[in-house]
């Protein structure tokens, strides 16, 4: 076992954790292991909702997305109708988000604003920061729990409403399509439930419908998945609003029958995450396997260079 913060303890203070498999020991090659061990990793991660594979020899982004199948049990998913910056390698291998080094990325569930999202995400550690940059994870059957009872009653009852601007701020729309066509952005958005408008000045706004809280298919828990927090308004930079306007937003929530959710329910939502993210410092080599539904993940501000790619699989709708 290698060592990993408790959601009680400080992010800079370690304890040993089951969930944590030092592997450095083997003899094999990281991809030779996994073949040997697929079913007991698979294991691992239905049991505890993750694992964290320490010491595995990986020499290439190939052999990480070769493992990542082998693992899973099928190709790896494209990465489309995006809503983070990232650029794709090879085999549906990508980096993750690419946001400047200084800035925090909030707990959240790969894709949960979509009705669309991978089951399983891998996270492979090329190069660790110098400092920080770690990939905080929190149980997301513990956030349905912890938040109060008439926010969930709220959020259940409503569901949520995301609405996106693509223009001049946040992603293009061909980024998050991939694809430069229109008409095959209106049939993905037809296909996946999404209402587009076209405006003159060529702007795209789309708004999707989804529930708040959903029941995971094999446990039947209920789990808190989402991503009102990270779109709603209050996420935004405060001067924002008042220079572009709050119907101009490039990102946005609200309840499902189009009414405001309270800055003081996003707080609330953002307090629990804050109480029940734990972390750990990457290593290199490190593979992160995720329950995507089970738990969140984000990420750390951090120093000096960090690479880390990801791979997700088994869609689920």
């Known amino acids: 076992m290698d060592q990993l913060l408790s959601p009680d303890m400080d992010l800079n203070s370690a304890d040993t954790d089951q969930r944590i498999h030092d592997l450095s020991g083997q003899k094999q090659s990281g991809l030779a292991w996994v073949k040997a061990n697929v079913k007991e990793i698979n294991a691992w991660v239905d049991r505890d909702g993750f694992a964290l594979l320490r010491g595995l020899n990986i020499v290439s982004t190939n052999q990480f997305s070769t493992i990542l199948e082998t693992i899973f049990g099928e190709p790896l998913s494209q990465y489309i109708y995006r809503s983070s910056p990232?650029?794709?390698l090879r085999n549906n291998i990508y980096t993750t988000?690419?946001?400047h080094a200084d800035q925090v990325i909030l707990?959240?569930?790969e894709n949960a604003y979509s009705n669309c999202w991978p089951m399983r995400m891998g996270f492979f550690c090329v190069v660790p920061a110098k400092t920080g940059g770690d990939t905080p994870l929190a149980d997301s059957r513990e956030v349905y729990k912890r938040l109060p009872d008439d926010l969930k009653a709220r959020f259940e009852e409503r569901g949520i409403m995301y609405v996106r601007n693509y223009g001049d701020i946040d992603l293009p729309w061909q980024e998050v399509f991939q694809t430069s066509d229109r008409d095959e952005?209106?049939?993905?958005?037809?296909?996946n439930d999404i209402q587009c408008e076209w405006f003159d000045d060529g702007r795209l706004q789309t708004r999707q419908f989804r529930p708040a809280v959903m029941t995971h298919p094999q446990t039947g828990e209920k789990v808190w998945f989402n991503q009102a927090h990270l779109f709603h308004c209050s996420a935004v930079d405060n001067e924002m609003?008042?220079?572009i306007g709050s119907d101009?937003?490039?990102r946005n929530a609200y309840?499902?029958?189009g009414s405001e959710i309270a800055r003081e329910d996003i707080d609330a939502i953002n307090d629990v995450y804050r109480t029940l993210t734990f972390s750990y410092p990457w290593q290199r080599n490190d593979i992160?396997?995720?329950?995507?539904m089970l738990f969140t993940h984000g990420r750390q501000a951090y120093t000096g260079t960090r690479k880390v790619l990801v791979g997700m699989a088994k869609a689920a709708r």
């Open 97 to 99: 988000t690419e946001y």
């Open 241 to 243: 609003p008042d220079s």
């Open 288 to 292: 992160l396997l995720l329950d995507n």
């Open 185 to 191: 952005v209106e049939a993905y958005c037809w296909k």
């Open 248 to 250: 101009y937003l490039p």
């Open 86 to 88: 990232r650029t794709a």
């Open 107 to 109: 707990q959240h569930n």
């Open 255 to 257: 309840y499902g029958d």
